[in-house]
């Protein structure tokens, strides 16, 4: 973060300067923000409109929980500023739907802005204004068309996405409607400092204002919120209305409102509204202890925030009985730490949300469509009550006749039965008429709007040359294309939808695969790792450590054999536990094996379909073990990883056996005790750490040179497209694989998105992705993937919720 940021609310009414403005917050990342966030800081501006009521603290909450949305969604930059939308607009849904009935309505105007370095990302929804100031030039971001009329009016959210660099002296303008004094202050802003700018516009009008102004400068990533004006200090003490009505389509203050005490557990995370500035991280000094032995692993970097990843199998321990306590509910979302909640509230605070009820559309100018569809169903009830009348007057004059009586003179009227058919069939022709109405010309509309939309940005997206812009833009005309597909699918949107997908996969480097299910129904268990050769596929349940077989079978698929043993249990002397990884061996080995497994004591288990297992121990090593956690095997050399003892041992093999002390493959610099994985490409040892980042250790042969070790080792990303994302910062890395050559790859497992990320060796440079396909071709069900193998016939598994899926022909 190497810009400092100074933000000055505007907020004036009744000619009186207030110094805090209602739904503004400024946000610095969290220590527990979710992948991809940790480095996003976050300006929420919220301006509501209406005439609903809102009271200090329930404004300030809508803005504090958009926030912790953010902070709490993983993955690209724009899904989480949706998210946070998304949640306001939830918010304001719901209210709208139980104050509808007295006649009062909230529409929120959001402007959410995410600083990441020196790049800002903009999502607007209503009819926001960002003005950006440079050095030498000005950009108005302004698309109400796009952005739509605001929050809380209908259940999907219209959102338009812009981005621009900033630079030391820029500064930003937010607003939601300004007078019209202001057009020649923003059209020539020859301020350079930011009070110049303020002052200049308060005082080029006298009438209310509710705006942000914004000036970045060369710093270390500081956030500061400044009050109005000095003279507002006498202020802060008094007691105020607590209610705040939105009136004039502006949000109002009666009086002006005191400043919140700021939470000391969140105040170096959030910007309060007071004279203060935000280091970009604080660290708690921890009081040293006197004559404490010192620990040999305290210098050792530690695993990041991650939990301990599912590719290791672990034995849940058994529970330990705990003292009584009372019990507390903990939230660890960032929410707890933006704002801390007292034991008990009185009843003025507590605020009870009911439960929603079918939206109505909050009171507005109907426009002329809108009047001529009304128009059209008068048009056709009067019609159907003319021919209701009509029939009823033929039923009764045509009943009579069919009955015996027919030459008396006794009059007989419709039954029961007959005057209940048409009391049902008259509502139910006045239902039908209003649905084809809407569906003819509401939904219509709405499809059509949307759908003009996309094809719109389309044609932009085809123009523009800058690879960002272009990923930006198809990422808009998907958006909008899930709008319109929402009222009505079409073959137009369906071939917009493939065409901005495979536009975005070539900007991206991602390769689509046709995954198909392995077995005909879910194995109910957690798959850890996974181990294939051309005609098997093996399995290790997570939970005891047992390896399943299924074999591939002539047109029949796989099968799974049920006579496979290969788990933990005593195989003569030797004692077995839960095996912790497991490689597919070699076609010819001298023990006729097919699987090799590990556990966590250096047992090996050779396996094979038809015969019972057989335990071999490995050698321990000079310092004994502390956990195997993984291994991989090279060029007949097996490597054993253990973890926290930071060692990496390498066995010599005979014969597919293991029966040599083994060496110590580091140097002086040993890894830290995060390593999760590793594999092997020559004299080069690949570790994948539980935050995700990668180590190298290169053997040296020569004893007078030593191995070459790094850490982090980088990984070079040669997409454009990527400028602005953090592709490997965002993923999620469990698992870690070396195809061997003639095309010699590794590939990391991105559990979160399911794909499959493939690098050269040598370099580290990104090559392409493999990902499911999407849509309905895509058979795999959401969630993370457990494991991952690639066959030696070029057949790639993803094992996900119990259940494996494969496609052939990986590049």
């Known amino acids: ?310 590719s290791i199998p672990r034995i849940k321990p058994q529970a330990q009985p705990v003292a009584s306590e009372p019990l507390v509910e903990k939230n660890d979302s960032p929410a707890d730490e933006i704002k801390t909640i007292p034991e008990e509230k009185s009843e003025a605070e507590k605020i009870v949300l009911p439960a929603p009820v079918k939206q109505p559309e909050p009171p507005r100018e109907p426009s002329a469509r809108t009047r001529q569809t009304a128009k059209l169903i008068a048009t056709g009830i009067q019609s159907t009550r003319r021919i209701s009348e009509t029939i009823g007057e033929k039923l009764k004059n045509f009943l009579p006749r069919l009955l015996p009586n027919t030459e008396t003179n006794e009059v007989i009227m419709p039954s029961s039965a007959t005057m209940m058919f048409m009391a049902v069939l008259i509502p139910l022709m006045v239902v039908t008429i209003a649905s084809v109405v809407y569906l003819r010309y509401g939904r219509s509309q709405q499809y059509e709007t949307y759908l003009g939309q996309a094809q719109e940005m389309k044609a932009q997206a085809l123009t523009q040359t800058n690879p960002v812009e272009q990923r930006i833009t198809w990422e808009n005309v998907l958006l909008n294309v899930d709008i319109a597909e929402s009222h009505r699918e079409t073959s137009e949107t369906i071939t917009l939808r493939q065409e901005a997908n495979a536009n975005l996969d070539t900007l991206l480097g991602i390769t689509r695969m046709q995954f198909n299910p392995v077995f005909s129904s879910n194995l109910g268990i957690e798959i850890s790792r996974m181990a294939a050769s051309e005609l098997d596929l093996f399995m290790l349940n997570a939970a005891n450590g047992e390896v399943l077989r299924a074999e591939l079978t002539n047109g029949r698929g796989f099968q799974l054999d049920t006579t496979f043993n290969c788990k933990p249990g005593l195989y003569g002397s030797y004692t077995v536990g839960p095996l912790v990884d497991i490689l597919a061996m070699p076609a010819l080995n001298s023990i006729n094996a097919t699987l090799l497994g590990i556990d966590a004591t250096g047992n090996l288990l050779y396996c094979a379909p038809g015969q019972v297992a057989q335990a071999i121990p490995l050698p321990p090593p000079d310092t004994n073990w502390g956990r195997v956690t993984s291994f991989t095997l090279d060029s007949g050399n097996l490597y054993v990883l253990d973890a926290p003892a930071r060692a990496v041992w390498v066995y010599t093999g005979k014969d597919s056996t293991f029966i040599d002390r083994p060496y110590f493959f580091f140097g002086e610099r040993t890894p830290t005790q995060d390593v999760i994985d590793l594999v092997i490409a020559g004299d080069d040892l690949f570790m994948l750490h539980a935050d995700g980042h990668l180590s190298t250790s290169s053997y040296s042969r020569i004893e007078s040179a030593p191995n070459r070790y790094q850490d982090p080792t980088p990984l070079i990303n040669p997409f454009a497209a990527y400028q602005d994302i953090d592709l490997f910062g965002n993923a999620h890395f469990t698992q870690m694989l070396f195809t061997a050559p003639p095309d010699p790859s590794i590939l990391l497992l991105d559990a979160d998105t399911q794909g499959v990320l493939r690098f050269a060796p040598r370099s580290l440079e990104l090559q392409n992705q493999f990902r499911p396909t999407t849509g309905n071709a895509n058979p795999i069900p959401s969630g993370p993937v457990g494991a991952v193998t690639v066959g030696p016939n070029h057949v790639l598994y993803l094992a996900v919720n119990g259940q494996v899926y494969f496609a052939t022909g990986m590049p």
Request: glycine fraction near 6%; charged fraction near 20%; proline fraction near 9%.
């Open 1 to 310: 973060m190497t810009l400092d940021l100074t933000l000055s609310p505007i907020y004036r009414i009744s000619g009186q300067e207030i110094a805090s403005l209602p739904g503004l917050l400024a946000v610095m990342p969290p220590p527990n923000a979710a992948r991809g966030r940790e480095k996003d800081r976050l300006l929420v501006y919220l301006l509501l409109t209406g005439n609903s009521t809102f009271s200090t603290s329930e404004y300030m909450q809508v803005a504090i929980d958009a926030s912790t949305i953010f902070y709490q969604t993983p993955g690209a930059l724009t899904s989480a500023l949706r998210a946070a939308t998304e949640s306001v607009n939830k918010v304001l849904l719901e209210r709208n739907m139980t104050t509808s009935g007295q006649g009062q309505y909230a529409v929120g105007w959001l402007t959410l802005a995410a600083l990441r370095d020196t790049q800002c990302t903009f999502l607007l929804s209503g009819p926001m204004h960002v003005f950006w100031f440079g050095q030498s030039e000005m950009r108005h971001i302004h698309e109400p068309i796009v952005s739509g009329k605001g929050l809380g009016v209908h259940p999907v959210t219209s959102i338009h996405y812009a981005q621009t660099s900033l630079s030391a002296g820029d500064r930003l303008l937010f607003y939601g409607r300004a007078p019209s004094a202001w057009d020649s202050t923003l059209e020539d802003p020859t301020p350079s400092s930011l009070d110049a700018m303020r002052r200049r516009l308060t005082t080029l009008t006298s009438g209310d204002l509710n705006a942000v102004l914004m000036q970045a400068t060369d710093g270390t990533g500081l956030l500061t919120l400044l009050k109005g004006t000095a003279e507002l200090k006498e202020q802060e003490d008094e007691k105020h209305k607590p209610d705040l009505p939105l009136t004039n389509n502006l949000p109002s203050l009666e009086e002006a409102v005191s400043t919140p005490e700021p939470d000391p557990e969140f105040s170096a995370h959030m910007v309060q509204p007071a004279d203060y500035t935000i280091p970009p991280q604080l660290e708690e000094t921890q009081p040293k202890e006197q004559n404490v032995k010192p620990d040999p692993l305290a210098s050792l970097p530690r695993t990041g925030p991650r939990e301990f990843p599912a």
